[in-house]
């Protein structure tokens, strides 16, 4: 009965099962059929067809497998599907920038990619498969790739500390530095200096009204040929120390009215030695005279100061302290005068040294600077502002502190605010949805956002507050790279505890020592045992270098510097005592383990030793290619023509099997001679004791002074 | 009847290959200078800036060090030894002295310097000072700045096939 109701089924029905049959076939084909059209799948076998017309397809197919591929790091977070289209990442065959993407190898970094992932430091979606996905900002993934232009942003977010693989991060933190941004902002692993902008406590004793005015006003005040600014302080940079506030003119002359009324502590003119007055009151040539001695003491070492020639202005000088070229039409004599004496007294955390002066000096380079450095022109656009009226100087008080002054300056009295701009310790972790564009038109994206507010606050932003800075394009560039390394801490706690912070040392010792050191501001310049600066020759290592005897003369005298250098040591008029305090120190807690003087008695060097020498610098090792004795050889080394009385023989033992180690990241090559040779060359150089020696690392010091 | 069976399959089918179906994505053209790991303008030419690979910046970075004091007209101290030397070091982006020579050559004479290789003495061998990858990447620092540009040698074909 069943069978033959069967065999009765209706034709029509039997049609439709087979219908849904064949669709519930086709449905089921959907999800394989798609799958082999993945995008992925397209790239697997690009690869195998790209592979094939190489001389190496066997290594390069050695692991391929037609399967998606992932790097798995549990403890970090990372499951990164990328290799699954970038499957040359790790054949070193396929690093030429000839290769194709996606299947270029990564370059040699200093981590293995296969240890890391790819999204700890690209950024992006590792668990993606589709390369928009993987790539961009879409609705399901916020973080997009990073460009390879920002990439150092991710060695940052771990690195506190400058890595020498990195230029364009350690710049961006440079930058951040001299702008001193870390006045308004808090920032990761940057503690706040001493001092930011100068203490305006007493800024009525040094400048006018007239002149305050002007420097809110416009502060960039140099200007070339061409029209194009050169801004104080910083040469080849496009920003002045203090950039410009969006200020009113009601707003300028009330903070000109309250800061030129501050004067607490009112300096009495110094009393210069009758004699030296009439002697050199009334002498025509006193400017030129003082111009000698400004030049003699190494000013522009710190200073800039500008020249024009030929209709071109540059700024001559370095960038430690302020411009010079107009201070004459911006502070008072009286003011000049005591600053020059003690600039501590005026600013306790100043870098300037207090210079030993004679009067005589005093007088003529104070006048010098007074009537040389000004601008009859400076000043002529500032309108009349007559006498602070008390409303005026309520308004400015006022702000002072609303308008972020009080960030950066310190006034006695005043309350300093902190925190004035917002938090920047997660401003490269943000998400697209956390930034507010504002009526912007710029691209929705953390870069282009971080850009814009830096380029030009208001326009994200009309209420900004932060003033308006100029940058040039690669300086935005190592901005955004710095900022985009910020990311409030680590994505994942197994990143968090391999995190490497920025190392502070200090390096201030006590005693007489100490005052020496803090009096002429050594450290400014010279770098001890990892604190200090890099304009100047490291003196960790400096009383194994050199004897007592040279330190003193050259401490005295600091003039046997090679001509060829700009940026040189100042004559600081040292005593004596002094000279011989700082030698003393420096022979006693200034030495290198490595340079032991009881081994090598440099009264024991014989005449065939120091012939031999001579051959090997002149013939064998071609040393004056770099290093000049008397008037002849090259000027990348320092000169020689003075080593014997300038270096001690078990320095110059050591150095010579490697000077790397003595100094890190010395020029000199090490060459590894051998003991024979070290000694011969050794034995030569005791013999030069000529007067034109220089001093040690002098190139060293004409390249931190270019940078 | 049989015009709606014969609809509806080929509608069905029409919807399964379109969801299967994918455009294939034209490759994204990134700037070149936007991914490029740091940049350095043509000598020649300060408008033509040059993109650099990770590798070819540390070559960089390496040359600013070491070599830039004889092997440019300027350095970053301002004066350079070059014209001081006889004979007459190679400017490092001269292509027409630099690219003939190859990688294995130019590493030999980085690593064990000038009178090894029956050159000048005064080209001091750097093989203890740097690591064999810092002169990689000067090399390759080399080709990315060099004028006329360098053509890496052609490859040669492949041996064999995998099928």
């Known amino acids: ?707 | 009847m049989k015009t709606r069976t014969a609809a509806a399959i080929v509608l069905l089918a029409t919807l399964v290959s379109l969801s299967s179906c994918r455009r294939e994505r034209a490759p994204v053209k990134p700037d070149p200078l936007l991914n490029a790991y740091d940049t350095e303008a043509d000598w020649n030419n300060p408008d033509h800036i040059l993109p650099l690979t990770y590798q070819q910046a540390q070559g960089k970075r390496v040359f600013y060090e070491k070599c830039v004091w004889c092997h440019a007209d300027s350095t970053p101290a301002g004066p350079s030894n070059r014209s001081n030397l006889n004979p007459t070091p190679a400017l490092i982006n001269d292509g027409k002295v630099l690219n003939p020579m190859s990688d294995g050559y130019l590493q030999n004479m980085i690593t064990l310097g000038g009178s090894a290789l029956g050159k000048s003495a005064l080209m001091p061998p750097w093989g203890k000072t740097l690591t064999q990858n810092d002169i990689r990447a000067l090399i390759a620092y080399t080709r990315a700045v060099a004028q006329p540009p360098y053509q890496a040698p052609v490859s040669p074909r492949p041996q064999y096939s995998v099928r």
């Not at chain 1, 070492?301 to 024009?308: D, Q």
């Not at chain 1, 020496?516 to 770098?527: F, G, Q, S, T």
């Not at chain 1, 007592?548 to 005295?556: C, I, N, P, Y």
């Not at chain 1, 001690?648 to 033992?653: D, K, Q, S």
Request: aromatic letters at 8%; charged letters at 20%.
């Open chain 1, 1 to 707: 009965m069943a069978a033959e109701e069967m065999g009765k089924t209706p034709k029509r029905l039997r049609v439709a099962f087979a219908i849904s049959s064949v669709l519930f076939l086709a449905a089921l084909a959907v999800s394989p059929v798609k799958d082999l059209m993945r995008e992925w799948r397209h790239y697997k076998r690009e690869y195998v067809r790209f592979a094939e017309g190489r001389p190496d397809t066997k290594v390069l197919l050695a692991d391929f497998h037609s399967d998606m591929d992932q790097i798995w790091i549990p403890e970090l977070n990372v499951t990164d599907r990328c290799v699954t289209c970038h499957q040359g990442v790790t054949q070193p065959s396929l690093l030429d920038a000839s290769v194709p993407e996606p299947f270029r190898a990564h370059s040699p970094i200093p981590h293995r990619v296969m240890d890391w992932g790819c999204v700890t430091c690209h950024r992006g979606q590792g668990l993606a498969t589709e390369a928009k996905e993987a790539h961009d900002t879409t609705k399901a993934w916020e973080r997009p790739l990073l460009a390879i232009g920002y990439i150092q942003a991710s060695c940052g977010v771990c690195h506190g500390s400058d890595l020498p693989e990195t230029p364009r991060l350690n710049r961006g933190r440079a930058v951040l530095d001299n702008l001193s941004c870390v006045g308004c902002h808090r920032l990761p692993g940057v503690q706040r200096p001493p001092m930011l902008g100068p203490d305006l406590t007493d800024v009525g004793v040094k400048v006018s009204r007239v002149w305050i005015y002007k420097w809110l006003k416009e502060p960039r005040t140099i200007l070339d040929a061409n029209g194009s600014v050169t801004v104080d302080g910083v040469e080849n940079e496009a920003e002045p120390r203090m950039p410009r506030f969006r200020l009113t003119d009601a707003e300028i002359l009330a903070l000109s009215a309250y800061l030129s009324a501050l004067t607490s502590k009112p300096i009495p003119p110094y009393r210069f030695e009758p004699r030296v007055l009439a002697a050199w009151e009334k002498r025509p040539d006193v400017m030129d005279q003082g111009e000698v001695r400004f030049r003699e003491m190494f000013c522009t070492t710190c200073h800039s100061v500008a020249v024009t020639r030929a209709g071109e202005t540059k700024l001559i000088g370095g960038d430690i302290g302020p411009e010079l070229s107009k201070v004459g039409s911006k502070v008072n004599q009286d003011w000049l005068t005591a600053w020059l004496r003690d600039p501590q007294s005026y600013l306790p955390n100043s870098l300037m040294p207090r210079y030993g002066w004679s009067d005589e000096d005093l007088y003529k380079v104070t006048r010098y600077v007074m009537s040389r450095f000004t601008d009859p022109d400076l000043l002529s656009d500032v309108p009349k502002l007559g006498v602070p009226s008390p409303e005026e100087m309520k308004l400015g008080r006022r702000l002072f502190t609303e308008k972020g002054c009080s960030s950066c300056h310190v006034i006695a009295g005043v309350r300093m605010q902190s925190d004035f701009g917002p938090d920047l310790s997660n401003v490269g972790g943000k998400t697209t949805s956390q930034l507010m564009f504002g009526e912007s038109p710029i691209p929705h994206d953390l870069v282009s956002y971080i850009q814009a507010k830096i380029l030009d606050p208001a326009s994200v932003n009309p209420a900004a507050r932060m003033p308006q800075y100029h940058f040039e394009a690669g300086d935005l560039q190592a901005l955004t790279t710095a900022l985009l390394s910020m990311t409030g801490g680590q994505t994942t706690p197994g990143l968090a505890t391999l995190v490497v912070p920025r190392i502070e040392r200090q390096f201030h010792p006590a005693g007489e020592f100490g005052k020496v050191y803090e009096r002429y501001k050594c450290y400014v310049c010279h770098n001890f045992q990892g604190f200090g600066g890099a304009l100047a020759p490291d003196l960790t290592f400096e009383g194994s270098r050199a004897p007592r005897a040279w330190l003193v003369s050259f401490l005295k005298n600091p003039q046997t510097l090679r001509p060829t250098l700009t940026l040189r040591m100042p004559q600081f008029n040292m005593t004596d005592g002094e000279a011989a305090t700082i030698a003393d120190y420096l022979g006693l807690a200034m030495q290198s383990p490595l340079v032991n003087a009881q081994e090598v008695d440099p009264t024991n060097f014989t005449a065939q030793e120091a012939a031999l020498g001579k051959q090997l610098y002149e013939v064998k090792y071609q040393c004056q290619s770099c290093h000049t004795i008397g008037a002849t050889g090259g000027y990348v080394g320092p000169n020689l023509s003075n080593a014997g009385n300038w270096l001690n023989a078990a320095w110059m033992e050591a150095w010579m099997r490697n000077p790397q180690a003595l100094v890190p990241g010395t020029m000199e090559p090490r060459r590894e001679l051998a003991d024979p040779e070290t000694r011969a060359l050794t034995a030569y150089l005791l013999t030069l004791r000529g007067q034109a020696g220089g001093p040690a690392g002098g190139a060293r010091a004409a390249q931190g002074g270019a940078r």
